[in-house]
């Protein structure tokens, strides 16, 4: 080979040379910047590792439930510090309130990346992150931004179950401390029971397992069977009802009886339906009452004895003087013209004591009602036709305000008449003292389906604290008057289905009032 061709291929393979030394060169070049760009990667997925993980970790802070929230707020600042690492120089700041919590030392730097913490609405405090001269990046404002949130949130829910669990506490000291038994029922058995239906009770809470009505008083139980099917079919949504009851004890000793008030509604308890069952006991008022009401009827069956007492005593006391004198007469046989003028005194004296005892038994037993369709006004014209004489020679002024067109009930006119006769009668006897301005009103109208009558005078009127006794059998404040016609009249507006009332008026009188209803139904008069 010449010499020449063998430089000239000498050189053609020191030009390969440097061509693959340049591509090399080329490839270190880009195998370095792939390197740079994945170990940036590798940073940036490093610290998104780190921010989930920071993200993770706070949001199962809400699950430890034996945290504070103080607890809480330090965690979470320490989890958001050890995340930011050096870029933020390691330094997180809370503000909520008055508590300020800090991830380490007191930060040194004034820059620093402000987030709110949003609260119900409102900006509660911040979270803070202070960072050097090398600044903050992106996704270390997301973080921050990200974990604010969060944290604000965390609080909100941790303000919530205190709330929740404040409220549930006062409102459990309120039921265990009430007065009032308080059970609830759900699934056919009693899940939760105050300390007071506990004591109340007993065994009565089997009456809500399978329909129990074993202890319930025996003239209760029907009503009582009706309102528990309403409401555990759902019928009514709420209930009232009374009833005694049995407390069973020991088998030797008679059961305790107890009479309760209740208040049943349905109610969500749990996720499912339950009823709320509030009871009071209220067996002394209803002894209490019992007492009243005896009473109240032994202070009238005294009146009624004094009453009685009275209209008779005079009587007696001058049949006794009559037959002394009668016999004295016999004895001196005197003529017999004298001894039947003591005799006609005699009978009389015995037809008062017979008025009297006919008087209390019409009140015992008055007569009953013969009802037919009838126009009261004319009742009140025959009651003033046959006053009308006495009235105007007591100089008494009578006006009548009756309603036209009035329609019919069902009343006796003859009962009817006697009672408006005896209130025209009493207006006249409370008048009789007067000089001048002696009136009696009578008025009739229609007043929701009930016909009123009204009879007024100008009297003194009833003194407020009589109101009550005016209608009791033998009261009275009238010298020689029994005291039974007005308590006959208020029998007689009773048996009518009506209401008798008594009041003053305008000018200070008397004013009777009668409520009549233009259907008569039929009532049972509670003795």
Known sequence: MKKNDKIEHLLEEIETLQNRIT??????????????????????????????????????????????LNDIIEKTVNVLSSSLGLQANSQVRVTLGNRVIDSGNPPQSSAKLSCDLIVHGKSMGFL??????????????????????????????????????????????????????????QNGRV?????????????????????????????????????????????????????????????????EMKWVQCRASLI????GKAILVNKLDVTRTKELEFLLRTEDKMASLGRIASGIAHEIRN?????????????????????????????????????????????????????????????????????????????????????????????????????????????????????????????????????????VVTISDSGPGVPLHMRKKVFDAFYTTKEGNTGIGLSLCYRVVVDHGGLLTVNNNNQGGAEFKIELPLKREKRILQE
């Open 191 to 255: 899940v939760y029971e105050n300390p007071e239906e506990k004591r109340l009770s007993g065994p009565l809470a089997q009456l809500f397992r399978n329909g129990d009505l074993s202890n319930i008083h025996p003239e209760d139980m029907m009503k009582v069977k009706e309102g528990f099917d309403k409401i555990m079919s759902g019928e009514t949504q709420n209930l009232d009802i009374d009833f005694r009851f049995f407390v069973c004890g020991k088998t030797d000793i008679a059961p």
């Open 128 to 185: 803070d992150v202070y960072y050097n001269e090398y600044g903050l990046g992106d996704g270390v404002r997301q973080l921050a931004t990200a974990v604010a949130g969060l944290l604000a949130r965390i609080i909100e829910q941790k303000q919530t179950e205190q709330t929740l669990l404040d409220n549930e506490r006062s409102f459990r000291t309120l039921v265990e401390n009430s007065p009032t038994g308080i059970f609830i029922v």
């Open 315 to 451: 009587p007696l006391s001058g049949i006794n003087i009559y037959l002394g004198n009668l016999e004295k007469i016999i004895d001196k046989c005197e003529n017999t013209r004298k001894a039947k003028e003591i005799i006609g005194e005699l009978q009389s004296a015995s037809n008062r004591i017979e008025s009297v005892i006919r008087r209390v038994m019409d009140f015992s037993k008055p007569s009953e009602p013969k009802f037919i369709r009838v126009n009261i006004n004319q009742s009140i014209q025959n009651a003033i036709k046959y006053s009308l004489f006495t009235l105007q020679k007591s100089a008494i002024a009578v006006n009548t305000f009756l309603a036209e067109d009035l329609p019919l009930c069902s009343a006796d006119p003859h009962l009817m008449e006697q009672v408006i006769l005896n209130f025209i009668t009493n207006a006249k006897e409370a008048m009789k003292n007067m000089v001048n301005g002696k009136t009696i009103n009578v008025a009739s109208s229609v007043q929701n389906d009930r016909i």
């Open 23 to 68: 591509e090399l060169e080329a490839m270190e070049a880009s195998h370095s910047r792939m390197e740079q760009e994945l170990g940036k990667r590798t940073e940036e997925l490093e610290q998104r590792i780190r921010e989930a993980n920071c993200l993770y970790g706070v949001s199962r802070l809400i699950e430890e439930r034996d945290l504070s």
């Open 268 to 271: 969500d308890y749990m996720g």
